[in-house]
């Protein structure tokens, strides 16, 4: 009978570790779901927040970008201006007046003549702002010298 009890004895230890075993697995495996779930809410909390600062940069980049074409446009505008104010003013360089000396003379003596006939006051009104402008830049030069 000491045989068979130390059987028994031995199947109920046997019994009593596989539960003690079982229970400990499930244990550790609830902590291990546990602690997946809570990496799994920390990883998709973070990415949430990365997502939000990718589109947050999104944003900024579009904004940046239209920005950017707006300047350009305006760029592009500001050259036409000033192409077009340098045709305009072409014919006041001095390289304007070389080639075109006389018609310069001719259209001037033209434009006094009418002056003499149409408004005589008139002429005498640029003749003394013309002295008043040339007495300033004489003083002007005297002043710096």
Sequence with gaps: ?????????IE?????IETSFKEKLEKKTKENI??????????????????KENKDL?????????EQKDLKAKIDELKSTIDQMKAKTKKY?????????????????????????EDPEKKKEFRQKAYQRIKETLRE?????
């Design 1 to 9: 009978m000491d045989l068979e009890e130390s059987l028994k004895e």
């Design 12 to 16: 109920r230890l046997k019994e009593k």
């Design 34 to 51: 546990e602690l997946k779930e809570q990496l799994y809410d920390v990883l998709k909390e973070k990415l949430e927040n990365k997502l």
């Design 58 to 66: 999104k944003d900024q980049i579009e904004s940046l970008l239209n």
């Design 93 to 117: 360089s001095a390289d304007y007046y070389k080639k075109h000396k006389e018609e310069v003379k001719e259209k001037s003596k033209a434009f006094v003549q009418s002056l003499k006939e």
């Design 141 to 145: 030069n005297k002043e710096e010298d």
